[in-house]
């Protein structure tokens, strides 16, 4: 038994079968649900949005775990929190006062992660550790799923680990499969995303249980 949080991301999904694809992952063992909500401006594609995110929380079992890959993303906070995402998660690198924008998120009682990207450095968030419930350490260049993970991101987490509460959630997203699923576990995360490699493989059920 581990207890690692699984949030497959449905930005590999089927969009046209949203609803069945979620069920997938949710008989399959899944924990969150990730969603990938990009702009064409903090990266350069877009995806989907609030809607979106209203549609799913219809029908999703288990905790949607919202990834802000946008600008501004306090202006979108009340928008997704009032859509239903459980975990919001916006970048570091996309905002002026990060202390505010975490605040604003559990003024609306969700759970407030940072996302770092590959080339911003864990010593710039450390300050920010002890109010925030995930810290999110991107393995990819963010901006579209099935790239390969980056070896030396994932040597970001025990300087995360260090410095982080206890009850701080580390995760990972991008590139995760069993083997680099493992490096990360080790290094001391404990939430993997995962799109392609889970819905791209023929089990899903044996996909995530690979991770954990
Ligand atoms: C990338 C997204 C990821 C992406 C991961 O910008 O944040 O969540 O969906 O996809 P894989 O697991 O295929 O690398
Ligand atoms: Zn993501």
Redesign the pocket.
């Known amino acids: 038994m581990s207890n690692v949080i699984i949030s497959p991301?449905i930005?590999?999904a089927d969009f046209a079968n949203l609803e069945r694809d979620i069920k997938l992952v949710e008989d399959a063992g899944a924990d969150w649900i990730?969603v990938?909500v990009m702009d064409g401006h903090f990266?350069p594609n877009i995806t989907i949005g609030v809607p979106v995110v209203k549609s799913i929380k219809k029908i999703a079992k288990i905790p949607l775990d919202v990834?802000l890959?946008i600008e501004n993303p306090e202006k979108y906070i009340k928008p997704f929190a009032d859509a239903g995402a459980d975990i919001l998660t916006f970048h570091y690198e996309a905002v002026q006062d990060v202390k505010s924008v975490i605040d604003l998120i559990k003024s609306f009682n969700v759970k407030a992660g940072v996302s770092i990207k590959p080339k911003t450095s864990p010593d710039e968030v450390l300050e920010y550790l002890k109010y925030l419930d995930l810290l999110l350490v991107m393995t990819?260049e963010?901006?579209?799923?099935?790239?390969s993970f980056m070896g030396d991101c994932a040597e970001k987490i025990p300087v995360i680990k260090r410095h982080a509460p206890e009850n701080l959630i580390i995760q990972v997203?991008?590139?995760?499969n069993a083997e680099t699923a493992k490096i990360c576990t080790n290094y001391g995360a404990n939430s993997l995303?995962?799109?392609?490699?889970i819905y791209k493989s023929d089990n899903i059920k044996s996909a995530i249980q690979s991770l954990r």
């Open positions: 991301s930005l590999s990730h990938d990266v990834h890959m990819v963010p901006g579209f799923g099935g790239q997203d991008g590139g995760i995303v995962a799109g392609n490699y």
